[in-house]
């Protein structure tokens, strides 16, 4: 039992990188979108397995948010969004697909070299769990700081709170309240957000933020 | 005593928050300027007391730092150090309640007043680092609240920014020095520090720092420059507490770690002191001389005395490291009885200064002259503090410098040769010094007070109020006090010198005719009392000997002006004409001075010029680099506040990444 649950564990959570890596690929919108729900849904199986092998009813909980809210919620909400703006066209990258994977391969051994290194005594699933889900949020910030339009970059930051989210079920002991507290948090930023981007619509009739950088007479 | 003295600052800091609500009152200035006399006069008390009852008395408030709290204490070197900042807070005191009434901007100056000088009475009663370092902040800050009083004139703005900047840094090094002496322990109380014995290589880098630190304060040059910009900035009665206060707490901060703290000094951190000290004497003497502006002039000549007061220091430090504590005990009781002299005499001098400038609203000595007829008083409490500090007998000035040279010869049996050779040169400056300091003063005395009045304002003076003379007269009184009767002074210095070094200079105060005996009869003595009485005789007899020959003879007439009626004011001597010469000899080394006239050709109808131009090298070679520097850089960085939203995230995600890559490589 004690193997099979390291290694089901470590699957999921390695999938949540390689789903990662799938949405720094993904150069449009609808797909993109598609590919978050796919994130969050490993997200939630591996919080739900988490809480299966740490015998925490609690998880479930976590387990759900992520379901309910991440895979179905929000993503149909940014759908609608795009379809609302009638912006299902490419996504312009500021750096291309292929330096893209390639930088992202180097955070993830990055991530894996100090994590492996800092955490030497402590639990190898723990371990295993903090360095994947370090390498997640690393990958998130990538694609937020690879992406011009205001939508893929809410999407790099709801993926960087799915890394988040993962460090915090892989470690024992966490309350429930901080995981619903961030929940929580992601759920407000993403209203605000939201907001922000039919704000940013009304005014310059686009939601590429170089717009904002025109506005303001400045050069990319 | 110490909780008495705890008393006495928690009374002072209770006379600010009422000087905010008495601030629209006209009676304010007077209430608070008595009520910080009173305090300052039982401080005073609380400090001669605790230095001739040769006790140490500690007191601890809960507060600071958790684990520590706040201690204080008054040994014999802070009851000195208490006489000094009160007796001056006193001084400043009786003669704001005359000066502070003509204060523009009261509510600017009267809540500040009562606590810088409870911050500087804080500063020496500290006793652990911690309250050191916050009371030494306290009274920067507030020190700097009085220079930006009058905050319309933009050089005062300026004064008020060069001081903060300066203040800074010696809070730095200073707050450096303490990290290193408490250790990795985190021990800031002084009892563990004074215990702990620290390697030779760390006591030496918390002597820099120290020098740095205090010395910065203090006025020792290069670190000078914020002093000349800020001392004068002040109004008058503070101008007096910042150069003859506030510079001796400095002075104090140094002694209490180079003595004290650090145990035995190794010998060539006297080296250190010294040079510095000589530099600091003959540079600032040399600006003082350059200056036209009355108040500036007195600040350039606080960095001097401060140069002497190190030249003594550092001579004791050199006697203590070669276990020669008499000797050092003579070098330090010169250092420190300097450090009394002189604040008696600046402030004498800085209220002089103010009392003029209050009278004509100027402090360009070219628009006064001729003061002595319409301020007889204040000139002469003025000239009493001029011959002071140009160390002349009978007056205090004297006696200290002599002291230090008495010192000085004593350094012939130093067994180190670097010593034998510096010591000389280094007494070598304070002669010169002490000269031209004399030069400098007969400028200022001559120009402000004699001659004809070169503007409406000068002519039109009027003497200064009681108030005012009293504390002038008070101090005037005190330098030949302690010129004539040194006697007392030294002894009384014992408990200081024995606590820092070990012994104390010989008992002066049973000698006959009240000489003073620094080693030996057979070596020097000193007798103020019969220079007193010899000068006093012969003066009277040649005034009687005038007034009986001459005064009848006497009749006033139309002085001869050469052909040319109506002589002007102008025509006088000015002070920049009487430091020619002085200029002439040492300015074209020191401040690359040149003179360029222009001479129009015949027939033309412009004037004929005569420019001096003076060249302030250590500002340009220290100062105006780094600010030059720090300009560029914040031009460059500048960019950095108008990047796009996905710059900013780069910028962190790479700072993020940066930190990652360290923690990976780090072995």
Not at chain 1, 146 to 160: E, H, K, Y
């Amino acid at each position: 039992m004690r193997g099979l649950s390291f290694d089901v564990a470590h699957l999921l959570a390695g999938s949540l990188v390689l789903v990662s890596f799938m949405q720094l690929y993904q150069d449009r919108l609808y797909a993109l979108l598609n590919i978050y729900a796919l994130h969050a849904l490993v997200l939630a199986a591996s919080v739900a397995w988490q809480a299966f092998i740490q015998d925490a009813p609690h998880l479930y909980l976590t387990a759900l948010i992520a379901l309910v809210f991440k895979a179905i919620v929000i993503p149909t909400a940014l759908h609608r969004i795009i379809v609302r703006l009638g912006i299902h066209r490419e996504i312009e990258t500021v750096v291309g697909v292929g330096p893209a994977m390639l930088l992202g391969m180097g955070l993830v051994a990055l991530s894996m070299v100090v994590m492996l290194r800092v955490t030497a005594e402590a639990d190898p699933l723990a371990r295993e769990d903090l360095a994947f889900a370090l390498a997640v949020v690393l990958l998130g910030l990538l694609m937020m700081v690879t992406r011009r339009n205001a939508v893929s970059q809410v999407v790099g930051f709801m993926s960087l709170e799915n890394g988040l989210v993962l460090a915090a079920t892989g470690a024992k002991g966490m309350p429930l309240v901080v995981e619903i507290s961030v929940a929580f948090s992601v759920l407000i930023a993403f209203i605000v957000i939201g907001i922000f981007l039919f704000r940013i619509r009304e005014r310059f009739d686009t939601v590429d933020v170089q717009a904002l950088d025109r506005f303001r007479g400045e050069r990319r | 005593m110490a909780t008495y003295a705890l008393y006495g600052v928690a009374a002072l800091l209770a006379l600010a928050p009422i000087a905010v609500a008495l601030a629209a009152s006209a009676r304010a200035s007077n209430v608070i300027y008595v009520a910080s006399l009173l305090v300052t006069l039982a401080l005073g008390v609380i400090g001669l007391m605790s230095l001739f009852e040769r006790t140490v008395s500690i007191a601890t408030l809960p507060l600071g730092l958790p684990w520590l709290g706040a201690h204080f204490r008054i040994d014999a070197l802070a009851a000195f150090f208490v006489i000094i900042v009160n007796l001056g807070g006193a001084a400043a005191s009786l003669f704001a309640i005359g000066y502070g009434s003509h204060e523009e901007s009261p509510q600017r100056v009267l809540p500040f007043y009562p606590t810088y000088l409870a911050a500087m009475n804080l500063v020496v009663l500290a006793d652990d680092a911690f309250s050191f370092l916050v009371s030494w902040e306290f009274m920067s800050l507030s020190s700097w609240a009085l220079v930006v009083a009058h905050h319309r004139e933009r050089e005062n703005l300026r004064a008020g920014y060069v001081y903060l900047l300066m203040a800074s840094l010696g809070t730095l090094a200073l707050l450096l020095a303490f990290g290193l002496l408490a250790g990795s322990d985190g021990n800031y109380a002084f009892d563990a520090m004074r215990a702990s014995h620290p390697a030779p290589a760390l006591a030496a880098t918390v002597l820099v720092l120290a020098l740095v630190g205090a010395g910065s304060k203090a006025g020792i040059v290069p670190l000078h420059a914020w002093l000349p910009l800020a001392h004068p900035a002040a109004p008058s009665h503070v101008s007096a507490l910042m150069s003859g206060v506030m510079t001796k707490v400095a002075v104090y901060g140094f002694v209490r770690i180079a003595f004290d703290l650090l145990g035995e000094p190794a010998w060539w951190w006297s080296m250190l002191v010294l040079a510095v000290g000589g530099i600091t004497a003959v540079m600032g003497v040399l600006y003082a001389l350059m200056q036209h502006d009355l108040k500036r002039l007195l600040a350039y000549h606080t960095v001097e005395n401060i140069g002497i007061i190190y030249i003594g220091l550092g001579l004791a430090l050199a006697f203590k490291a070669y276990g020669m504590p008499v000797a050092a005990a003579l070098a330090l009781t010169a250092g420190l009885f300097h450090v009394f002299n002189h604040s008696v005499f600046k402030s004498l001098l800085f209220f002089g200064a103010g009392a003029v400038l209050n009278a004509t609203g100027e402090r360009d000595m070219e628009h006064l002259g001729g003061l002595i007829h319409r301020m007889p008083q204040t000139a002469f409490v003025f000239l009493v503090g001029c011959v002071a500090i140009s160390a002349l007998p009978p007056l205090n000035g004297f006696v200290s410098e002599w002291l230090t040279f008495q010192a000085i010869l004593l350094s012939p049996q130093l067994p180190s040769w670097g010593l034998t050779f510096l010591v000389p040169a280094v007494g070598a400056l304070l002669a010169l010094s002490a000269a031209l300091a004399a030069a400098c003063f007969v400028k200022a005395f001559g120009v402000t007070f004699l001659g004809r009045p070169r503007t409406p304002a000068a002519a039109n003076a009027r003497e200064t109020d009681s108030n005012s003379l009293a504390a002038m007269y008070f101090l005037a009184a005190l330098c030949l006090v302690a010129g004539i009767l040194p006697g007392i002074f030294i002894d009384a210095l014992a408990p200081v010198t024995n606590a820092l070094v070990g012994k104390s200079m010989p008992h002066q105060t049973g000698l006959d005719w009240l000489t003073v005996v620094p080693i030996a009869e057979s070596r020097s003595s000193y007798n103020g009392l019969l220079v007193f009485i010899f000068v006093t005789l012969s003066g009277s007899i040649a005034a009687f000997a005038i007034h009986r020959l001459a005064s009848d003879k006497l009749r006033r007439g139309p002085a001869w002006d050469c052909g040319y009626p109506e002589l002007s004011p102008a025509t006088q001597y000015t002070a920049s004409s009487f430091a020619q010469p002085i200029r002439r000899v040492y300015g074209t080394t020191v401040f690359r001075a040149r003179e360029i006239g222009e001479m129009p050709p015949p027939g033309a109808t412009t004037p004929a010029r005569l420019t001096v131009e003076i060249h302030d090298l250590i500002w340009d070679a220290a100062y105006a680099p780094i600010a030059a520097f720090i300009g560029y850089a914040a031009e460059r960085l500048n960019v950095l506040q108008f990047l796009t939203i996905r710059r900013y995230l780069t910028l962190v995600f790479s700072a993020l990444v940066l930190l990652l890559l360290v923690l990976a490589i780090w072995p």
